[in-house]
Every structure is written in structure tokens, then in C-alpha cells.
């Protein structure tokens, strides 16, 4: 792709709207929803999304929480489990559920297939969605995103690096950078 490109706070901002809408509006009806978001990159993104979802429905239950895929990777040999992991927390029962996975960008779609097993580990819900703040080219596994915030084209020797600061949105980012050549909080 040429050089590192960089996607500012305000597209972002307006991408995470975009989801937040495109899932209210499918789930207009549904009592509640439990948004798990994937550690480390989904967690952020899952947050912010169950409070938009809640303040645009107060009726509706919208809780978040997280899901620590690190012992269901299939890479696990050649990157081991990262130091600052979130680990699992999900605050209502999964059994039944309408659950919605939350992650920063979708690559390959085995980040999902790990998600899915931690999460099938824990019950059986009545409905799995995913969202996704970037939709990237590259998949590996028939997965695809019911929800995308905005989609990039990057090579595949390029990562997408998502930065969703959680103190200030003024300071969230994307890049697409060379692989090898990163630092960033979310790398794929």
C-alpha cells in the first residue's frame, strides 16, 4: 500500500456511531444484550458500544464483558499469551443469550474462531453476532462481520494498528504500517 496511512479520531468516532446504530437498529426489539469484547483489542470498543447501545435504549439491558481467547489460539507456539491480558468476565449467563463479539479489526478470522470456542466454553447462546470497528481483507476462515464500522485494504505484509484511548477519544487511531516495523496497542 505504500506509505503508513493513519485514520483519525473523528472517522473513527463516526465509524463506532455507524455500529452502534446499524446494532440498535437490528435489536430494536430485544430485551437485552450482552457485547463481550475481545481481549485486549475488542474490550474498549465493547464498552463504548453497550453504553451508545444503552443511552439509545434505557428500556434495554446492555452489558459488556470480556473474553480472553489466549488459550484457544491455534498460533499459540509461535506467539506466546501476552503479559497484560484481560481475562474472562462475563456478567450474565451466556446460556440463551443474544451475545455480540466485539473486536477492533477482522483479519484472518481465527482471532473469532478463538473467541468462539472461549465463549461456546462458557454455554450455549441463542445468537452469536460479530462486530467490528475495521473489516480488512485476508480472511483464512469462512467468517465474516455483521456489523463493521469501516473497511481497509491493507497488504499482507502490513498490520492495522487500532488505538482506542479510553480516557479520551481525541486520542484514538488507526494505522496501517509494515509488518515488523510496529508498536502499537492492537496489531493485525
Known sequence: MGNPKSIGSAEIQAAIARLGAAISERHRHSPSLLLLGVANGGIELACRLARQLATANPQRTVLAGTLDI???????????IPKEIAPTHIPADVHGAHVILVDDV???????????????????????????????????????????????????????????????????????????????????
Do not use: C, W
Not at 489466549?70 to 506466546?80: K, Y
Not at 502490513?158 to 510496529?182: C, H, M, Q, W, Y
Open 70 to 80: 489466549s488459550f484457544h489460539r491455534d498460533d499459540i507456539g509461535q506467539h506466546p
Open 106 to 188: 477482522l483479519f484472518s478470522g481465527r482471532t473469532i474462531k478463538a473467541a468462539l470456542d472461549e465463549l461456546f466454553d462458557h454455554g450455549r447462546p441463542a445468537r452469536v453476532e460479530l462486530a467490528v470497528l475495521v473489516d480488512r481483507a485476508g480472511r483464512r476462515l469462512p467468517l465474516a462481520a455483521d456489523y463493521a464500522g469501516m473497511k481497509l485494504l491493507a497488504d499482507e505484509d502490513e498490520k492495522v494498528l487500532v488505538n482506542l484511548d479510553p480516557t479520551s477519544f481525541k486520542r484514538d487511531s488507526i494505522r496501517i504500517e509494515r509488518a515488523g516495523t510496529t508498536a502499537g496497542r492492537s496489531a493485525r
